[in-house]
């Protein structure tokens, strides 16, 4: 059986949970906490969360197990099969990975864990969140969803990763990243009311 590594405050861990709730994967949860033990190290060569073990072995990245996933287990597929659009799909997993999620994460010692970061920090991660809402704004067609009328996989990551930039935007300068997108709100909603969103969702709480 494929064994899940990871915890459920991580959004990256979710990422993966959901698919394999949404494909019907059977897996094994493995809690553990990002690790520079050279015992997990073997495993996830950053000591990053979340990693796979598979019959064959190890596998980490988030995008990397999702695209091992939709080649191992079938259907229901969330890429296209469209070339073009697959690689759409993609730019706009790598698009909220690099300007939502990542100046996000620069802000969350502060945001969640009670520490401090500069203001020098804080005004470049705004400023680029701006950027990249704007970015998603303009290659997004949530119609309804982030790639068109289909699920796919830049969804789950809009979940769990545009859901924390706006928790960040909202509690460090009171800035409601997606008002100027209402159709991603919109789309929020619809995926967190899932009966996948709403079994992560009780684990996070558990």
Not at 115 to 129: I, P, R
Not at 189 to 202: G, H, I, P, T, Y
Request: hydrophobic share 40%; aromatic share 10%.
């Amino acid at each position: 059986m494929l064994k899940l590594y990871g915890f459920p405050l991580s959004n990256y861990f979710n990422m993966v949970k959901i698919v394999l709730i949404e494909k019907g994967v059977d897996y094994e949860h493995v809690t553990v906490m990002p690790s520079q033990e050279s015992g997990y190290l073997s495993k996830s060569p950053m000591g990053k969360v979340p990693c796979i073990e598979t019959e064959q072995g190890f596998l980490s990245e988030t995008s990397v197990i999702m695209d091992y996933l939709e080649d191992a287990t079938g259907r229901p597929s969330f890429l296209p099969s469209d070339p073009f659009e697959k690689a759409r799909v993609r730019e706009l997993i790598k698009e909220m990975e690099l300007y939502i999620e990542l100046p996000a994460r620069t802000c969350y010692p502060e945001t969640f864990f009670g520490g401090k970061v500069s203001d020098e920090v804080k005004e470049t991660a705004k400023a680029n969140l701006e950027k990249g809402i704007a970015c998603l704004g303009r290659n997004a067609k949530f119609s309804p969803y982030v790639a068109g009328d289909e699920l796919t996989y830049a969804d789950f990551f809009f979940m769990y990763s545009v859901n924390l930039a706006g928790s960040v935007a909202g509690r460090l300068w009171s800035l409601d990243l997606l008002a100027v997108l209402p159709a991603a709100q919109t789309l929020l909603k619809q995926l967190n009311d899932r009966e996948s969103a709403k079994q992560v969702a009780a684990d996070q709480k558990q």
